[in-house]
């Protein structure tokens, strides 16, 4: 699929519950605030929790007549045909529609994906200019990337996961001979430093090098992160006293923290795309972007 202009982040791990629509939908938001024009795609076609929380977002901004950004958002439908073939030809054609229509427009294009291997999952792994994995502080988490061997510590066979994205790197190089910069990202990181924590920060670092990729501090265990979905809110929304049930605490402050060093570490290109935009239009600067565009095909 040609591609130019947008930067593709595709947040992947085959771990469920790791973080990944989480972070996709904080870092989508982020951008946005940021003045940039942010398309996303939801890809897990089972869960939908990407989708569930851009629409919890654009139904509480409504009720409260709240002006805040919103990403440009398509959704592969739930209903399902009968025949598996058919049904997959149909989620390429909504992914390939999607990726054509913003891939002109956007700056950055958000990928979530599920926890299992389909080969949309693989598509858009392909795509991705940087590829963005959460990785919870277990060692059960960092098993999903590479079998690490129980005496010596170190990581010993790739996961199903690394290869996939192993392969996504080579087809992506044959494609147009750019690199995919993955990065695993620490997510729900313990606040009290223990053994495990020093154990999983080692074994990173060194599963890392064995599969070329980088890692970068990302976000602790703070229970605001679970609060906020049913109201599709971030860290980076003015929250107000009614929506939190008390002011904004320190934890709040930190998570915003948190992120700008997040994103600071994925080296994404804010800077190329900001002088883009200043040499293009210098009056279109609003940062409040197209409303969302649902593809409501599933109801
Ligand atoms: N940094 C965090 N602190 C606390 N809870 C988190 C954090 N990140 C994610 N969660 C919670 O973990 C659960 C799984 O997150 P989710 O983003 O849905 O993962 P995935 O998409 O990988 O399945 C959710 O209940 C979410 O609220
Ligand atoms: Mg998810």
Not at 87 to 109: G, K, P, S, T
Not at 127 to 135: F, G, I, M, N, R
Not at 206 to 215: D, N, P, Q, S
Not at 252 to 260: D, G, I, K, T
Request: net charge neutral; proline share 4%.
């Amino acid at each position: 699929m040609a591609r130019r202009g947008v930067h593709v982040i595709v947040v992947g791990n085959e771990k469920g519950g790791s973080g990944k629509s989480t972070t996709a939908f904080h870092l989508a938001i982020y951008l946005l605030y940021e003045g940039f024009k942010v398309a996303s795609i939801d890809v897990d076609s089972r869960q939908q929790t990407l989708t569930w929380y851009v629409r919890n977002r654009r139904d509480w901004a409504r009720n409260r007549g709240l002006r805040i950004p919103h990403t440009t958002h398509f959704h592969l439908p739930l209903a399902r045909g009968d025949s598996v073939r058919e049904n997959h030809r149909a989620d390429f054609d909504l992914f390939r529609q999607a990726v054509a229509e913003v891939e002109h427009d956007a700056d950055f294009l958000v990928i979530d994906t599920p926890g299992f291997d389909t080969n949309l999952t693989r598509l858009a792994h392909s795509l991705a200019d940087t590829l963005v994995t959460p990785v919870n502080d277990s060692l059960i988490d960092l098993n999903v990337m590479a079998q690490i061997d129980p005496v010596t510590g170190e990581p010993r066979e790739m996961s199903h996961y690394s290869r996939l994205v192993q392969r996504a790197r080579s087809e992506r190089l044959a494609i147009d001979g750019k690199t995919i910069d993955w990065v695993l990202v620490r997510n729900r990181i313990s606040m009290l430093s223990s053994r495990n924590m020093r154990q999983v920060q080692t074994m990173l670092e060194r599963i890392a090098l064995r599969l070329g990729c980088r890692v970068a501090d990302g976000i602790a265990e703070r229970v605001i992160f679970r609060s906020l979905f049913p109201t599709g809110m971030t860290v980076f929304d003015p929250l107000d006293e009614d929506l939190l049930g008390g002011l904004p605490s320190m934890s709040h402050m930190s998570a915003r923290q948190e992120y700008r060093n997040l994103v600071s570490a994925l080296h994404l290109p804010t800077a190329e795309i900001t002088a883009a935009h200043k040499a293009q239009a210098p009056a279109d600067s609003d940062p409040v972007h197209k409303f969302i565009h649902m593809m409501q095909t599933d109801n």
